[in-house]
């Protein structure tokens, strides 16, 4: 497990990387150690899974959404400010931001960064698509822009251990606490202990922790599979691409990357432009011609779980917007050229 911790902290330029045994768990132990406590506001994007919200509310805090832009269907910046001022004349300042690297794209995070200095909020990245993926020539996951970034390797995900996660950080202090709870809240660094010593096998819990670690197994896939990111990113950027060659003349929204950012291609997402085109009919289409489409996300506010907080429809309207109309094509590295191009085909015949 140490061996995959120093392999991923090189691969993504950070100081420290903690394994731990999903996506979901990173995001939470990741919430207690930058101290999201009871009563406290997190702050998210609709479009995401619903883990980017539920790490929050496993602390008491609670959950807000900020709206997306739908040209990078990332966590507006713009909406993030203007919500900000909000609260604070409200005084309900958020104790953390969670922008989501969705499909692969990094958020703005220079600007989240920037917001989160004004406001006083920590910022921790959901890089769940994003492991590969490039801000400003650094890897995703380098926290040059904030205080922790998670992933997960869940088999859906660019890379994967069968399950997994992990956070990287650069600070020692957070490196340090959330070690602590993904094991038990248990410490046994005698420098830190608040009781007298008894001997070696003495041990200290300090807080309630987690049981969170990643097996040694898991922790091997993920060394072998580190050592191929490169070849699974590149397999993706080409299937990208060879997409959005196809598809420049029919009346579907593309994936954008923004000029300082590349990325690893986790989705390859299509909005349908047309209004004769409904979502629901595409979408049966394409499963019917065996095409493995899918739709990310649900607006995390519209689930009913979410929605008995208080959230309804209209609470975030470029989210609910986008989600009508999008749709997911198969891409991942196993996809052969004849299956991409008949998946092109395919929906060149539905969408034209
Ligand atoms: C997959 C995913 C997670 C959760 O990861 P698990 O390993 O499944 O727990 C969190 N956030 C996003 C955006 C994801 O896609």
């Not at 702050?43 to 805090?61: D, E, H, K, L, M």
């Not at 989501?100 to 703005?108: E, I, K, N, R, T």
């Amino acid at each position: 497990m140490a061996e995959f911790e120093r392999a991923l902290a090189e691969k993504v330029g950070a100081k420290h990387a903690v394994a731990v045994c999903n996506g979901t768990a990173a995001l939470h132990a990741s919430c207690l150690a930058l101290g999201v406590k009871p009563g406290d506001h997190v702050w998210t994007s609709p479009i995401s899974f619903v883990a980017s919200a539920n790490c929050a509310r496993y602390c008491g805090a609670h959950i807000g959404f900020v709206d997306i832009d739908p040209k990078t269907r990332l966590m507006s910046v713009d909406a993030l400010w203007q919500k900000l001022l909000q609260a604070r004349d409200d005084d309900c300042l958020p104790r953390m931001v969670i922008p989501v690297h969705f499909a692969g794209h990094s958020c703005d995070m220079a600007a989240i960064h920037d917001l989160a200095e004004t406001f006083r909020f920590a910022v921790l990245e959901d890089a769940a698509h994003a492991i590969g993926s490039l801000y400003n020539e650094q890897p995703v996951g380098a926290c040059a822009h904030s205080d922790a970034c998670t992933f997960s390797f869940h088999p859906v995900k660019t890379l994967t251990t069968a399950e997994g996660g992990a956070i990287t950080t650069n600070d020692d202090a957070i490196a340090a606490r959330l070690r602590q709870y993904i094991t038990h809240g248990i410490t046994r660094d005698e420098s830190a202990m608040q009781l007298p010593n008894e001997g070696a096998w003495f041990y200290e819990q300090q807080m309630l922790g987690y049981n969170f670690r990643l097996s040694d197994l898991h922790a091997a896939l993920g060394v072998s599979q580190l050592k191929r990111l490169d070849s699974f990113v590149e397999a993706r950027r080409k299937m990208w691409n060879r997409y959005n060659e196809a598809f420049a003349d029919l009346p579907l929204g593309l994936p954008v990357e923004s000029s300082n950012t590349q990325s690893a291609w986790h989705l390859y997402v299509v909005t349908l432009e047309s209004e004769t085109l409904d979502r629901r009919d595409v979408f049966d289409a394409l499963r019917s011609a065996n095409i493995g489409v899918n739709v990310h996300y649900i607006p995390i506010h519209l689930q009913p779980d979410f929605r008995a907080l208080g959230f309804s429809e209209g609470d975030f309207p470029l989210s609910e917007a986008y989600y009508k109309h999008a749709l997911s094509l198969p891409l991942f590295p196993g996809l052969s050229d004849e299956q991409q191009q008949y998946v092109i085909d395919t929906v060149k015949e539905i969408v034209k």
